[in-house]
């Protein structure tokens, strides 16, 4: 079956502009993840959705960063009046949430390059 | 706080033999999940294996094999009979009861010589 799916695989954009990232889970994958991987920090978390709410968004590193997932499906990462430290690979994640393990599957990945 | 530590960024294993990736953690949580994850040149994270703390043997899947010790709190991934197509970056990641989210280490990258 199909795998999670990311785009753009690729996106570069000036300071100061906004930018939307878009997630497509595996179907029937009720678990929907954002991390983001640079080469400073490593892997890190932003926020985990369950359905179309959010229990979890710890880890957006700022209000210049939201997301939302519709209809249980496809998830829009936003970052708004991107800046230079906004760069990295932007991992999303799903899973079923059905069993112990829980696995997470990821995506190939958006990244983001701010001038 | 749960925290992943992976002490070996590097490592270089000849074609055909076994490697041991180096995983220790930290969480005050007794029930928990450990994963290892490979992520090629391409940049795609692979799921390779889990491992959860109530698990009585270690897990395998293949040539993959996870060296469980609790008490240390390590989880060394171990690939037998290396392939040139190993060669990619290994994540140790752990879940705890109390996030979804995963926690990752600093990666390990692994470099198979034919």
């Known amino acids: 079956g199909a795998g999670v799916s990311q785009s753009p695989s690729n996106k570069v954009t000036e300071k100061g502009k906004d930018v939307e990232l878009r997630c497509d889970p595996i179907s029937g994958h009720t678990a929907l993840y954002w991390y983001r991987q640079s080469l400073g920090q490593g892997l890190e978390f932003l926020i985990y959705?369950?359905?179309?709410?959010?229990?979890?968004k710890s880890g957006l590193p700022s209000d210049r960063f939201s997301a939302e997932r519709t209809g249980g499906s496809v998830s829009t990462l936003t970052i708004q009046r991107t800046q230079q430290e906004d760069s990295a690979v932007y991992l999303c994640?799903?899973?079923?949430?059905?069993?112990?393990?829980?696995?997470?599957?990821f995506g190939p990945g958006t990244r983001l390059t701010v001038l | 706080a749960q925290k992943i530590t992976q002490t070996q960024p590097g490592m270089f294993v000849q074609e055909k033999e076994a490697v041991t990736l180096d995983c220790t953690y930290d969480?005050?949580?007794?029930?928990?999940?450990l994963f290892w994850y490979k992520q090629p040149s391409s940049g795609e994270m692979i799921f390779l294996i889990y491992q959860g703390s109530y698990d009585q043997q270690n897990a395998t899947e293949g040539r993959y094999s996870l060296n469980f010790q609790k008490a240390r709190k390590s989880a060394n991934l171990v690939i037998s009979a290396s392939q040139l197509g190993d060669s990619a970056m290994y994540f140790c990641?752990?879940?705890?009861?109390?996030?979804?989210?995963?926690?990752f280490g600093s990666g390990t990258r692994l470099q198979v010589q034919p």
């Open positions: 994640a799903s899973s079923s949430n059905r069993r112990e393990t829980d696995t997470q599957y």
């Open positions: 969480t005050s949580d007794p029930s928990y999940g």
């Open positions: 959705f369950q359905g179309n709410s959010a229990p979890d």
């Open positions: 990641a752990m879940r705890d009861t109390g996030r979804r989210a995963l926690t």
